[in-house]
């Protein structure tokens, strides 16, 4: 996934730049290099995407779980 699709994927789950780094359980700064093309995702994060986008289509209920959690702060960055 290249920045811009991270980006339209942040933006269609709805999460501020805040949220995504917490949903994904990273730094923020780590995730806005990300988003910005200043910096690659090592295969481990591009993994997780992989299966949490997975995890959006085959499970929208755990999906909405996990968004929500990352709306409120329930997940540790």
Same mark, same amino acid.
């Given at each position: ?24 359980? &990273? ?27 997975? &995890? ?5 209920? &755990? ?15």
């Amino acid at each position: 996934m290249n920045n811009e699709q991270l980006k339209n994927w942040r933006e269609s789950i709805e999460l501020n730049k805040t949220q995504m780094a917490r949903y994904l359980g &990273v730094p923020l700064n780590t995730y806005l290099q990300w988003e910005r093309g200043d910096r690659d995702m090592k295969s481990a994060p591009r993994r997780l995407v992989s299966v949490l986008s997975q &995890v959006e289509m085959l499970c929208p209920e &755990v999906h909405d779980i996990l968004i929500n959690q990352a709306r409120h702060g329930d997940i540790n960055a």
